[in-house]
């Protein structure tokens, strides 16, 4: 029994080694074409490994367009986007989850049933409004739906605070307090895993947007680094090592972010995880 269990865990192995190796693959030819040369990007078959690395693509690459400025704009988006995001889904998700008014459990299920809503259909209709509202060419139509919520976040974070007992608010307005102060000081210090979780998420949705700076942005010093990145995209030629070197560069930030919250976000995504 303990031998078959054995060669279970082993195959299991294996099959995470294969599946990490597909995952990281795309990673690693990214890196590999930004260390080479235009020629040996160009060159068949292709290699994986460079003949010679080049780092220096990465500094020529930068100084292809004022891409300081494109992070800058970026960064700007994606504060706002995670503030929005935390405030509005929580504020929400708190009154779903501990406010009790007729029609909470209907009105739950329409904000669920707007998953189901592909984004494309909403798609023209948002732009109309976004350009009656005069907010094309501005960063407005890329922060204020944010501030709205989002109907996945709100259910993980109302699920997450149900597991918080209801004799804490009960207790706090007991004593006097209202709604928004057992939310801001009790709640919230509670739940900073999956503040965490939407934070991180929001943070990657914002930073590698493309879809939405392309459609509402017009003024290149607008641009957004995802926009950026077409500078290397001309009519009949891809510059693809520096674009490839800004892509991987582009990258890091997350990567990094995750590596550092990894924890909260695992627990976040953990529905029982809010009171040991």
């Known amino acids: 029994m303990i031998r078959k269990r054995k060669i279970g865990d082993i195959i299991l192995f294996?099959?995470?080694c294969i599946g990490a190796l597909i995952i990281l693959f795309p990673i690693a030819w990214m890196v590999s074409t930004a260390l080479k040369s235009a020629p040996e990007v160009a060159a068949y078959p292709p290699?994986?490994?460079p003949e010679k690395p080049m780092f220096e693509n990465f500094g020529i690459a930068w100084s292809k367009a004022p891409f300081?400025?494109?992070?800058?704009n970026t960064l700007m988006i994606v504060f706002f986007n995670v503030i929005?995001?935390?405030f509005s889904n929580s504020l929400i998700a708190y009154g779903f989850a501990k406010i009790k008014f007729t029609g909470r459990e209907t009105l739950f299920k329409v904000v669920l049933a707007t998953m189901?809503?592909?984004?494309f259909v909403t798609l023209v209709p948002t732009f109309v409004i976004m350009s009656k509202l005069h907010w094309v060419n501005t960063y407005l139509p890329l922060i204020v739906p944010v501030f709205c919520g989002n109907a996945f976040h709100i259910f993980m974070m109302r699920q997450f605070y149900q597991t918080i007992p209801n004799e804490l608010s009960e207790a706090a307005r007991v004593d006097g307090a209202g709604h928004f102060y057992i939310w801001g000081k009790l709640i919230m210090p509670l739940t900073k895993p999956i503040m965490a979780t939407v934070a991180l998420v929001n943070f990657k949705n914002a930073w590698g947007d493309f879809q939405g700076p392309l459609l509402y942005l017009s003024d290149p010093k607008k641009y957004t680094l995802q926009l950026g990145l077409q500078v290397f995209k001309g009519q009949?030629?891809?510059e693809w090592n520096y674009l490839m070197a800004i892509s991987f560069l582009s990258m890091l930030p997350i990567l990094l972010l995750f590596f550092c919250f990894q924890n909260y976000f695992i627990e976040g995504?953990?529905?029982g995880g809010a009171v040991k």
Request: net charge positive; aromatic share 8%.
């Open 14 to 16: 294996i099959i995470l």
């Open 269 to 271: 995504m953990n529905v």
């Open 116 to 119: 189901m809503i592909p984004g």
């Open 47 to 49: 290699t994986l490994l």
């Open 84 to 86: 929005g995001a935390v």
């Open 236 to 238: 009949g030629y891809t």
């Open 68 to 72: 300081g400025r494109y992070i800058t």
